[in-house]
């Protein structure tokens, strides 16, 4: 039988990065939701503000200033591939 929890695919975080007592729940939440887009061997996704802010349910100046801590922390690298162009979300952690 399989697991209908993942039947549609899931994404594998970090205990050091779940654990962390200064990362607060939100940048937690987000992080999580970034591992269920990362490729698994480079750890790269390519998932847009809006997109995260709808699927998350948060605005997204939200978003954006947990991208700016989760960069800040060193949990995540965020690479910018042009004007109008979605970034690259790198989890380092």
Do not use: H, W
């Amino acid at each position: 039988m399989k697991n209908a929890r993942i039947k549609d695919g899931f994404g594998m975080v970090s205990n050091t990065v779940i654990r962390d007592a200064d990362l607060s729940l939100k940048e937690k939440g987000l992080y999580a939701y970034l591992a269920t887009y990362a490729n698994s061997k480079t750890n790269e996704c390519t998932v847009g503000i809006d997109k995260m802010a709808s699927e998350c349910g948060i605005d997204q100046s939200t978003i954006k200033r947990i991208l700016k801590t989760l960069k800040e922390k060193r949990v995540i690298l965020r690479v910018q591939r042009g004007i109008n162009t979605t970034a690259i979300t790198i989890l380092l952690k």
